[in-house]
């Protein structure tokens, strides 16, 4: 279970990215963090793990108090926290299959990694969950030869080799046209349904968001303005996140879209 308790975060710049946030994710549960450009959405996700300094508040992972960690413990820690992000972060001249064992850093340290040495466990590993995203034939191919679909099942795999407990994802789907993004948020909701792991996923989506989540929390301005299931989404609260808009449309979209099959 994951816990955040009165996470706040002040840039050094003054701006106040999150004011308080109270959340728990229980284990297995997937989340979509959803709410307007500059409401917290990133930096929320990476007050979890650390990539930013949460100025006061608690977070937890099970027992685990990751903001009093120390560097050596937070990289621990951080073995269990895959992410996933929009830009891919793939090293563009290594193959897939060094893409996604460059997982395991955390866990074969610099040098053996470095000299391409991975545990042959690790390797079968890497086969079985390049098979399971549908790019066993492409193992082998640099990452610079993938489309952006591919390259978000290479960082899918990248992260759940960590054998992670909860993934962090931010836009997973930013970069990709609405078809492959269906595909790449099913295949995530999927990856996490069989591996009982929970995950929050950043999106701008909300008709995406609607049909592949258990649950929404609204962002505004670095608060919770809504928590609840999908379905409750209706034009008041996305108001209520995202200000005046016409939201008809996007929830009609939402309902469409769940009765169509691919
Ligand atoms: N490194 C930084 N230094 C200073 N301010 C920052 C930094 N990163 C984010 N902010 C500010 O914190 C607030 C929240 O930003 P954040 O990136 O978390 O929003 P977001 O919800 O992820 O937005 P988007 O949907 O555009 O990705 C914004 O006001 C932003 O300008
Ligand atoms: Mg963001």
Redesign the pocket.
Same mark, same amino acid.
């Given at each position: 279970m994951l816990k955040l308790e009165q996470l706040e975060?002040t840039?050094? =710049? #003054? $701006?106040?990215?999150?004011t308080g946030i109270d959340l728990t994710v229980p284990d297995g549960q997937v989340l979509a963090?959803i709410?307007?450009?500059?409401? #917290?959405?990133? =930096?929320?996700?990476?007050c979890i793990n650390r990539l930013?300094e949460p100025t006061a508040g608690r977070v937890w992972l099970d027992d685990l108090e990751l903001t009093r960690l120390s560097a050596t413990g937070l990289r621990n820690a951080r073995r269990q926290m895959g992410m996933i992000f929009q830009e891919y972060a793939l090293v563009e001249r290594l193959t897939v299959m060094e893409n996604v064992l460059s997982g395991r850093l955390g866990y074969v340290g610099f040098w053996r990694s470095y000299l391409r040495r991975y545990p042959q466990a690790d390797v079968d590993e890497a086969f079985r969950l390049l098979d399971r995203v549908g790019l066993l034939a492409m193992a082998d191919k640099r990452a610079d030869e993938l489309s952006g679909g591919q390259r978000q099942r290479v960082g899918i795999c990248r992260a759940l080799i960590q054998n992670p407990k909860l993934l962090l994802v $931010?836009?997973p789907t930013a970069s990709l046209d609405p078809k492959t993004s269906r595909q790449i948020m099913r295949l995530i909701c999927e990856l996490c349904a069989e591996r009982g792991l929970a995950a929050i996923i950043?999106i701008?989506d909300v008709a995406l968001a609607q049909r592949f989540v258990q649950r929404v929390v609204g962002?505004r301005a #670095?608060s919770i303005a809504f928590d609840g299931a999908p379905d409750r989404l209706s034009p008041e609260v996305l108001t209520s996140i995202y200000g005046e808009e016409d939201w008809e449309a996007t929830s009609q979209q939402a309902e469409d879209e769940s009765e169509g099959a691919e």
């Amino acid at each position: 279970m994951l816990k955040l308790e009165q996470l706040e975060k002040t840039y050094r =710049t #003054g $701006d106040k990215a999150l004011t308080g946030i109270d959340l728990t994710v229980p284990d297995g549960q997937v989340l979509a963090l959803i709410g307007p450009s500059g409401a #917290g959405k990133s =930096t929320l996700i990476r007050c979890i793990n650390r990539l930013v300094e949460p100025t006061a508040g608690r977070v937890w992972l099970d027992d685990l108090e990751l903001t009093r960690l120390s560097a050596t413990g937070l990289r621990n820690a951080r073995r269990q926290m895959g992410m996933i992000f929009q830009e891919y972060a793939l090293v563009e001249r290594l193959t897939v299959m060094e893409n996604v064992l460059s997982g395991r850093l955390g866990y074969v340290g610099f040098w053996r990694s470095y000299l391409r040495r991975y545990p042959q466990a690790d390797v079968d590993e890497a086969f079985r969950l390049l098979d399971r995203v549908g790019l066993l034939a492409m193992a082998d191919k640099r990452a610079d030869e993938l489309s952006g679909g591919q390259r978000q099942r290479v960082g899918i795999c990248r992260a759940l080799i960590q054998n992670p407990k909860l993934l962090l994802v $931010d836009e997973p789907t930013a970069s990709l046209d609405p078809k492959t993004s269906r595909q790449i948020m099913r295949l995530i909701c999927e990856l996490c349904a069989e591996r009982g792991l929970a995950a929050i996923i950043n999106i701008h989506d909300v008709a995406l968001a609607q049909r592949f989540v258990q649950r929404v929390v609204g962002l505004r301005a #670095g608060s919770i303005a809504f928590d609840g299931a999908p379905d409750r989404l209706s034009p008041e609260v996305l108001t209520s996140i995202y200000g005046e808009e016409d939201w008809e449309a996007t929830s009609q979209q939402a309902e469409d879209e769940s009765e169509g099959a691919e």
